[in-house]
């Protein structure tokens, strides 16, 4: 009985406990369900090349049903990107030899033909006792586009730095001065030579820094281990030895409430070009001040000029005078003769002050430049001495140019002059001529100068140069770097004003130890210009006149005495005025009868050549001889030039004068 109870009772635990292992299934299967149900990841069941399970995750997604994707011969390969099919059936072979295959990224397609980008990760299971492949895959489209926008955002970052001249840096820093380089990017190797690798190391870029800068350089590191953002301009010395300026910002951010760790930005940029701008800059508004302060000296100077040239006419007059009176033996003599030579010395003098302010009265003729350079060799080669090789180079076609000779053996003896001076131990003085065509380039180095055709005279000298600081003060009146006593500061001012009068300049080059080279341009002669010669013509004897009627007309009353008197000696009829107006007022007066008028051209009250016009209107034949210590070409344009005038320069001779006299009026006895 016993034994037949035990028989009973073993069939109900078993059934018990199958019950229990089947409820427990269940549970599995459920929570399994729910998961896959729940889960944001696509997830299914591979089995035989067959899908035979989806979540619904999968049908979201991709856009098939659950029936589509179960349905017989679903090709579950129209869900996978073409160019990644074949890696996937090769991966799928993998597993099912029983190889781990780790996840992977490939690009899905959905029903409506989109991309999807995933990450699969898969597992060999055992379906309905059959060997599977479970999937899980994971939707990262966004996470791709997140990276594809951060690595577009890096190159940009990157083209940008590397196209432009700039280039980038971070570290973190102590306020101890410790600090270590997080990253170096950009355009470093075009700047410093240097890849970004080997500007990270320590010491590299500190190394690079112009020793006269280094001072700079280190202000500014010390600004940002203070806390502050910084930025300096310093120069660096790049691998291939060139220098380079450079501007380094920073920003800082600390990184811990006590303030003693910080991180910092920075971005270096390349501005040598704009630092070469600059310099340029700077060079053209030095030649425009510089210009604009000779301009400004000149008419100082031509100023100072007419009103000494005036007493000077007076002192030389009345001396030549005075001989004139006074019988040879006479002890008087020698001493007028003394004041005579002293005032011939200040007229010469106060010429070189006209030449300096570009108001010497100028003789131009068509001149060839290459025969008066070869003209002048045999006087300057014992100015220069013997220890100094004279050369000349002329260029065989060189163009013609309208000058006043004697003005530009000045400028060439003033230049030789001054090269012999800075080779005191010899050496070699070239002189060369060549055309030259000057463009707007030249122009915007040069403001002074101006496009066209020039003849350029070089003169060079191998002595030891001329220092910037001298360079910029060479062209001054009075300006000399001689000992006192042997020179007078005057012989470059007055080559300068020589040549700017003739519508040309002089550029200077030179480097100290390297010697000097001045350029003297030119313009060059075009056809149809005429070649006047203004020069009075007569002779020294027998210069009287014969009663005819000269309006003088001078303000400076010690010059009107004299030539009044000279002329009234000499023959001539003479009625003074001290102005233009009381010359008019004299001129209706006498019916305009006058042969000529000799006026100043520098009135209080109207310019001599006005005068001369307006006198002109009421007779066409008046003849007219002008004078002044100081004069601007600019003065004769508003004569006709039709009409007979001359020019005499202030201080004149006795002779000179009577001469100017006699070439516009004519012999009395012809």
Not at 83 to 101: C, F, K, P, T
């Amino acid at each position: 009985m016993t034994d037949h109870g035990r028989t009973e009772k073993r069939p109900v635990n078993e059934l018990e406990t199958l019950r229990r292992k089947v409820s427990r299934l269940e549970e599995s299967e459920a929570l399994v369900r729910a998961i896959a149900e729940q889960s944001p990841n696509m997830i299914f069941v591979n089995a035989g090349g067959n899908i035979v399970f989806v979540n619904p995750r999968c049908e979201q997604l991709l856009g098939y049903t659950r029936e589509e994707f179960l349905s017989p011969g679903f090709d579950f390969m129209k869900l996978i990107a073409p160019e990644h099919r074949e890696r996937i059936r090769e991966n799928l072979g993998r597993h099912m030899s029983g190889e781990d295959i780790p996840p992977y990224e490939y690009s899905l397609v959905t029903k409506n033909g989109m991309r999807m980008e995933a990450l699969i990760n898969t597992k060999l299971i055992a379906f309905r006792g059959a060997p599977a492949i479970l999937g899980i895959v994971t939707d990262i489209t966004e996470r791709k586009g997140a990276e594809m926008a951060i690595r577009f955002s890096e190159d940009r970052y990157r083209a940008t730095t590397e196209l432009t001249s700039d280039f980038s840096y971070g570290f973190r820093a102590d306020t101890r001065g410790a600090f270590e380089i997080e990253w170096i990017g950009g355009a470093t190797r075009s700047i410093t030579g240097y890849t970004n690798q080997e500007l990270a190391r320590e010491g590299v870029w500190h190394g690079l820094i112009h020793p006269d800068d280094a001072v700079i350089a280190d202000q500014h590191r010390r600004g940002i281990l203070q806390g502050e953002s910084s930025m300096a301009e310093y120069r660096i010395v790049a691998k291939d030895g060139k220098v380079r300026w450079v501007r380094d910002q920073t920003r800082m951010k600390w990184l811990d409430k006590e303030h003693s760790r910080m991180r910092i930005w920075g971005a270096v940029q390349d501005i040598s070009d704009q630092k070469r701008a600059e310099r340029e800059k700077e060079r053209m508004e030095a030649q425009l001040r510089q210009a604009q302060k000779m301009e400004a000296v000149g008419r100082l100077a031509g100023g100072v000029a007419h009103d000494f040239n005036n007493l000077i006419t007076a002192i030389t007059g009345y001396s030549d005078i005075l001989l004139k009176e006074l019988k040879e033996g006479d002890p008087m003599r020698a001493d007028i003769m003394e004041i005579r030579q002293a005032g011939k010395r200040a007229a010469a003098l106060t010429r070189q002050l006209l030449a300096f302010s570009r108001n010497q009265p100028l003789e131009p003729h068509i001149v060839d430049l290459n025969g008066l350079v070869s003209g002048i060799e045999r006087m300057l080669k014992p100015i220069i001495g013997e220890d100094i090789e004279l050369v000349l180079d002329t260029a065989p076609d060189l163009a013609r140019v309208k000058a006043d000779t004697g003005q530009v053996e000045q400028v060439i003896m003033n230049l030789a002059v001054n090269a012999r001076d800075a080779m005191p131990g010899g050496g070699r003085l070239a002189i060369a001529t060549r055309n030259v065509h000057i463009g707007p380039h030249h122009v915007r180095v040069f403001p002074e100068s101006r496009q066209g055709l020039f003849a350029c005279l070089s003169i060079r000298d191998t002595g030891a140069g001329i220092p910037d600081t001298v360079r910029s003060h060479i062209f001054e009146p009075f300006f000399t770097t001689k000992e006192e006593g042997k020179g007078t500061g005057l012989g470059l001012s007055v080559a300068y004003g020589i040549i700017s009068q003739h519508g040309g300049w002089i550029n200077v080059y030179s480097e100290p130890g390297h010697g000097a080279e001045f350029k003297v341009y030119l313009p060059a002669f075009t056809m149809g210009e005429t070649d006047r010669d203004n020069a009075s013509k007569g002779t020294l004897a027998n210069l009287g006149g014969a009663g005819q009627s000269i309006l003088l007309v001078e303000d400076e009353d010690s010059v009107r005495l004299f030539a009044a008197r000279l002329l009234k000696d000499n023959g001539y009829r003479v009625c003074e005025a001290a102005s233009a107006r009381e010359a008019l007022d004299i001129y209706e007066k006498a019916g305009g009868a006058f042969d000529l008028l000799f006026t100043d051209i520098v009135l209080p009250d109207m310019p001599g050549p006005r005068l001369y016009n307006q006198l002109l209107e009421k007779n066409p034949s008046l003849k007219a001889v002008l004078t002044s210590g100081y004069s601007d070409e600019r003065s004769f344009e508003q004569i006709p030039g039709d009409s007979s005038h001359v020019f005499i320069q202030k201080p004149y001779l006795v002779e000179d004068l009577l001469k100017t006299m006699r070439g516009i009026l004519g012999d009395p006895s012809m």
